[in-house]
């Protein structure tokens, strides 16, 4: 069975700070996805970046950058210079193949001006 | 941009009550999904569907929830008999390849 475990449950910084999300997953399956979501106080899912598990290359999309590690299972997010409009809760999912998506509880990040 | 649309955003109903919720899938998606975010919890599967059935369902989508796809274009979750557990933030998704598209979400709140 797959899980998926986020372990910070609230995480506070203020603007310009630095801050890591951690992601730690467990499946039985070779193939993979994973995927971090965003969701801001309006409450919609935002995706920010999908990852299959052949492709361990970390990704960096402006502020956003994500560290892809199978060795430890991991699947981190980290958000340089954070900006008020970070402010949200963010969940880790994974999904095997063509399954459905099994979520982390989410960590809710709170940037402060 | 295509987008998942769900209709109506708020939904307020009295225990005991049917509800349906509405979503518009992308056009030319095949799979079709619905999750449940009960307030400040994660978001959980209730059931998949792929040509014209249900293909996955969680232990959570019990009797009391349906699905449909009652034209080419909407896909529907109705629940027969609510219950005050039943208030949640539903979220309809489809996909195509490998990325769920999530729609922006039905606020069903059960009095």
């Known amino acids: ?113 | 941009e295509p987008e998942v649309t769900q209709t109506p955003s708020h939904q307020v109903t009295q225990m005991g009550q049917e509800v349906i919720l509405r979503c518009v899938p992308i056009s030319n998606h095949l799979y079709f999904y619905w999750y449940r975010q009960i307030l400040g919890q994660k978001v959980e599967f209730l059931v998949s569907f792929y040509n014209n059935e249900i293909s996955e369902k969680s232990e959570i989508f019990d009797d009391q929830f349906s699905v449909e796809r009652p034209d080419g274009s909407n896909f529907t979750l109705k629940i027969r008999s609510t219950k005050l557990e039943d208030s949640a933030m539903y979220f309809c998704a489809s996909r195509l390849g490998y990325e769920q598209y999530f729609g922006p979400g039905t606020r069903l709140t059960v009095t």
């Open chain 1, 1 to 113: 069975a797959q899980k998926v475990t986020q372990a910070q449950t609230e995480i506070s910084v203020v603007e310009k700070e630095d801050v890591t999300l951690d992601c730690v997953y467990e499946t039985r399956d070779t193939t993979y996805y994973l995927f971090w979501y965003k969701q801001p106080p309006s409450g919609e899912l935002v995706f920010l970046i999908r990852r299959n598990s052949f492709d361990e290359q970390n990704e960096i999309s402006g502020r956003y950058s994500w560290n892809f590690q199978k060795s430890t299972s991991s699947f981190n997010f980290t958000i340089t210079a954070s900006q008020v409009v970070d402010s949200a809760v963010y969940f880790c999912a994974l999904n095997e193949g063509y399954s459905t998506l099994t979520f982390g509880k989410g960590t809710m990040l709170l940037v402060s001006p």
